[in-house]
C-alpha cells in the first residue's frame, strides 16, 4: 500500500490494484476503483483488464455502458448516467450505491468520513510537465473523472490514470465549477491489431509535413506514433493513410455538453 500518511481515508480501504486507462474511459476507471476499495471486485473497467485484473471479463462497465445506451465508446460525460451505471451493477461481493451530489470540500470530506469514495470531473492539466495530472481550468477541454482517496488539510489523495495524486482540495472545487463543453474528438477502433505496429514506419516519413498541417494542429511525434492517440486518429481521418479504411474505422465524438459535470460530483458507499 502506498504512504496515506496523514490523510483520512475509508475505514476498511483496501487499495486496488494499479490500473492505466485504457481509451476514452476516465469514469469508468473511477467507479472500478471505487467498487474494488469496498469490497466488490465483480465487473471490470474494460474487458482488457482482464489480465491484470481481479475479475473474468465476461462483461465490462464499459460493454453495460454501450449497452444501456449512456455512452458511445466509454465515455462518461454526464453524473446522471455514472449513477444509473453504478445502480444496475451487480451485487458481486457488496451492493454499491451511487448518488449524484453537490461537489464541495465539505461534502467530500463528510463521504470519506462515511466510508465512501467521491467520483469528481474536473479538467486535468496535460501541457505542462511539472503540473500534468493536476487540476487545471480549461472550460472542459480536457474533462476528466478521478476517485478521491482521502483528505487531509487544504489537500486530497486522488486516483486517476493509474497513479496517485495529491490535489490542492480549492484547485479541484475550481476546475470542477468550470467546466462547460468537452471539444469534437476522434478515436480508432482497430480491425488489425498487427497494423498499430505496421504504421509507425509510414509516420516517420511524413513527419516533416505534418508539422505544417494545419488542419491536424499543434500535435507532437509522439502523439502521432502512438497507435491509440488522437493525433494518429485525427491523422488516419484526413485520409494520410491510403489502407485507412482496411486496417481501423475512425469514430466521431461530437462536442458534449458538460453542463451535467458542472459542481456535481458522484457518491459510492455499501
Avoid at 491536424?216 to 509522439?222: L, V
Amino acid at each position: 500500500m502506498k504512504d496515506f500518511k496523514g490523510f483520512q481515508v475509508p475505514e476498511g480501504f483496501r487499495e486496488p490494484p494499479e490500473k492505466g486507462q485504457r481509451g476514452s474511459t476516465c469514469g469508468l476507471y473511477a467507479i472500478e476503483y471505487a467498487a474494488v476499495a469496498l469490497g466488490n471486485t465483480s465487473i471490470p473497467a474494460t474487458k482488457g483488464d482482464a489480465e491484470i485484473g481481479t475479475a473474468k471479463a465476461n462483461t465490462s462497465l464499459r460493454q453495460m455502458a454501450k449497452q444501456k445506451k449512456l455512452s458511445k465508446l466509454g465515455e462518461m460525460f454526464s453524473v446522471t448516467n455514472m449513477v444509473s451505471l453504478i445502480s444496475t451493477l451487480p451485487p458481486g461481493d457488496k451492493r454499491l450505491k451511487g448518488a449524484d451530489v453537490d461537489c464541495s470540500i465539505l461534502h467530500i470530506q463528510e463521504i470519506i468520513k462515511n466510508n465512501g469514495y467521491c467520483l469528481v470531473p474536473f479538467d486535468v492539466c496535460t501541457d505542462d510537465d511539472e503540473k500534468c495530472g493536476l487540476p487545471c481550468t480549461k472550460g472542459g477541454l480536457n474533462a476528466h473523472w478521478c476517485t478521491i482517496v482521502g483528505y487531509r488539510e487544504k489537500e486530497f489523495l486522488v486516483y486517476h490514470w493509474g497513479e496517485y495524486f495529491r490535489f490542492n482540495s480549492e484547485a479541484l472545487i475550481a476546475s470542477n465549477k468550470q467546466l462547460t463543453k468537452f471539444p469534437e474528438s476522434f478515436y480508432i477502433k482497430w480491425k488489425k491489431q498487427e497494423a498499430k505496429a505496421a504504421l509507425k514506419a509510414p509516420f516517420d516519413k511524413i513527419w516533416a509535413s505534418m508539422q505544417s498541417c494545419r488542419d491536424i494542429g499543434n500535435i507532437s511525434y509522439s502523439e502521432i506514433v502512438d497507435p491509440d492517440s488522437k493525433g494518429m486518429a485525427m491523422i488516419l481521418l484526413k485520409g494520410l493513410d491510403e489502407y485507412t479504411n482496411e486496417i481501423c474505422n475512425i469514430i466521431k465524438l461530437g462536442e458534449c455538453d458538460c453542463s451535467d459535470l458542472r459542481e456535481r460530483m458522484v457518491t459510492v458507499t455499501l
